[in-house]
């Protein structure tokens, strides 16, 4: 059974960091390319960095480069997204997502929010 479980979501102010991770089990973590995602209110849900199987391959968008950093463990079968100079349009729910062979499969999401 796949799982994906997030956590680290929290309230924050702008110009603050955050660092969330995703915790995995039930398919092949060391081979699978993982991907954060999030989904703002009112908006449909978007891809914001991905990581290739062995953590050597990152892509980011646009909104994020240089801000966010996404990073794996495979020995604890961990993804984490580390977010820094957050802003109030980074408020969204943040998921990890794993694409296995035609089927995505997300975690529950964790709240991020931030505002003065």
């Known amino acids: 059974q796949v799982r994906l479980v997030e956590f680290g979501g929290a309230l924050v102010q702008p110009g603050d960091s955050l660092r969330l991770s995703c915790a995995a089990s039930g398919f092949p973590f060391n081979t699978s390319v993982l991907r954060w995602s999030r989904q703002a209110p009112g908006n449909q849900r978007e891809l914001v960095a991905s990581i290739s199987e062995d953590g050597t391959l990152t892509h980011y968008v646009n909104f994020v480069k240089g801000r966010f950093t996404i990073s794996r463990d495979n020995v604890k079968n961990m993804v984490f997204l580390q977010m820094n100079s957050l802003a109030s349009d980074d408020t969204a729910v943040y998921y990890c997502?794993?694409?296995?062979?035609?089927?995505?499969?997300w975690g529950q999401g964790t709240p991020v929010t931030v505002a003065s």
């Open positions: 997502n794993v694409r296995l062979g035609s089927t995505g499969q």
